[in-house]
């Protein structure tokens, strides 16, 4: 168990609809990470906060949102959902933000749209 | 820009055999190299990571693997692989004063044969 939370496990929606994908880091860690891992993209860098604050950003839809609240938790907004917007999505987390540091991996949300 | 490359969907080895998995990558600037496992239904879990230092880099369950500068490649190995070993690799590159976040290559499933 990496210490990581994500909820929820599964999710089944249409299209057009909007989700929100939630992630607890470890206790201590600062900083989050989204990632979206599909068939076809492999394993891909969405967003970064550390501390509240954005920090990067790698392959993220304009639909897509994100945020990072006080207590450190985040979330990930799913807007107008498309068929290929099915895929595993990881929330990881890690002490400092700088990409020398590992990063720790929650279990994923899946998400199915039908 | 950032890049990784691993050139083997697949590697089959048989229990008790070494085992190497390969990845090479292409940075502009000095890199960091992580190596990740996933299980299935799993996040991906930390193996090791070079950041500077000694080439020879070792870490969990008996994992080591070697930074080669010259051939600009980071390949992970085991002296004696397990069946418990079997799943799916992960390498990732980002770069040393960069702002950029990890980079993964496609991953190599790994499978140990009894």
């Known amino acids: 168990d990496s210490g990581v939370t994500q909820t929820p496990k599964h999710l089944i929606t249409a299209t057009g609809q909007r989700v929100t994908l939630r992630c607890s880091p470890r206790?201590?860690?600062?900083?989050v990470y989204w990632y979206q891992q599909s068939l076809d993209q492999g394993l891909q860098f969405l967003i970064q906060?550390?501390?509240?604050?954005?920090?990067a950003k790698g392959n993220i839809l304009e639909r897509f949102s994100a945020q990072q609240f006080p207590d450190l938790h985040s979330e990930l907004n799913l807007s107008s959902l498309e068929l290929g917007d099915s895929a595993l999505y990881f929330c990881?987390?890690?002490?400092?933000?700088?990409?020398?540091?590992?990063?720790?991996f929650g279990p994923g949300t899946r998400l199915t749209v039908l | 820009a950032q890049s990784v490359a691993q050139p083997e969907d697949q590697v089959n080895v048989a229990e008790g055999n070494p085992l190497t998995v390969k990845c090479t990558y292409s940075v502009s600037g000095n890199p960091y190299l992580f190596w990740y496992v996933q299980y299935p239904n799993r996040g991906l879990q930390f193996l090791l990571k070079?950041?500077?230092?000694?080439?020879l880099v070792k870490g969990s369950y008996g994992f080591e693997a070697e930074f080669n500068k010259s051939q600009t490649s980071f390949h992970l190995k085991k002296p004696s692989a397990l069946v418990s070993d079997s799943a799916l690799y992960f390498c990732?590159?980002?770069?040393?004063?960069?702002?950029?976040?990890?980079?993964f290559g496609s991953g190599t499933q790994l499978t140990v044969l009894p």
């Open positions: 070079y950041i500077t230092g000694d080439n």
């Open positions: 990732a590159v980002s770069e040393s004063g960069s702002a950029r976040q990890l980079t």
């Open positions: 990881a987390s890690s002490v400092g933000g700088a990409p020398s540091h590992e990063q720790f």
């Open positions: 206790s201590g860690d600062l900083s």
């Open positions: 906060y550390y501390n509240g604050e954005e920090r």
